[in-house]
């Protein structure tokens, strides 16, 4: 595997505050990229940087500007942003030039794994690892890890940061029965509880992450049963629920949250207005 100050191999950098589904859907393209140069799977990393202040700081000084992610590193140098990758194939060709071929064992679940991944398909005969851990600060995965995470585990975020017992609802709070788009593209049934000062994201009893009014910037309503709602400094919130739910978490965030309608089906906060 690849580790986060190695100069050997391709990091791909997320930062999950950051992540939107084309992100994830970006993230898969440039595996498959990689991994049709015939990169091993075991040269690429993907590194969650949300936390890693000197490698952001890293980045920005190498674009020149506000960087977009996914970015990427090669053999120990900063190359460039991910969306750039197909269009300079060429370039990258000559730099993973050593990298390509080079004999790595794989078990027989690894390649199973990686061949459904490339053919788009479902995998076979593969040994889920539900006992993966990976902490928090210094969040990195392997391919495989990442796609053992995003196929086989039901361990749904490897960024995940500890959970607490769900408290008693009390009368006051209204609790929604959703599906949720997490970082790198599963989908996860989830429960939303709003009570009158937060949110709890509740999965098996326990809250995966409690979230606050005050913080959220804009909620976009995507189609009749798709919201999107953005919060400072946390991954946005892709929502998925039946028509009538929508609608009525819609009514409660925009008027705990204090958003104000900003265009067409979006809501914005009003302090962040003024």
Known sequence: ????????????????????SKVIDLQKKLFKIFLSRKVPHSLISIFDIAYHFDIQKRIKAHSQK????????INGKLWGEGDMVESRIEEIDVLIKELVNRKVESTANEKSLVDAFLSDTEPTDIESKPNLEIGYIDSSLNLIEWLSYGIVSNIW????????P??????????????RT????RHQYRTYRF?????????NNTVKATLFYKDIQLLTKVDS????????????????????DISKIIEVVTSRAYLVPFGENEWKSSVALN
């Open 225 to 244: 049963k798709n919201i999107i709602i953005k919060i400072l400094n946390c991954e946005d919130q892709y929502i998925q629920a039946v028509e009538e």
């Open 166 to 179: 769900v408290i008693p609802q009390d009368s006051a709070d209204i609790e929604f029965e959703v599906v």
């Open 195 to 203: 009570t009158p000062s937060e949110i709890y994201r509740i999965h």
């Open 157 to 164: 975020n490897p960024w995940r940061l500890p959970s607490e």
């Open 1 to 20: 595997m690849v580790e986060l100050y190695d100069s050997f191999g391709i990091k791909i950098y997320v930062d999950h505050n950051r992540t939107t």
């Open 66 to 73: 506000i960087p977009r992610y996914p970015y990427i590193e």
């Open 182 to 185: 997490n970082w790198y593209g």
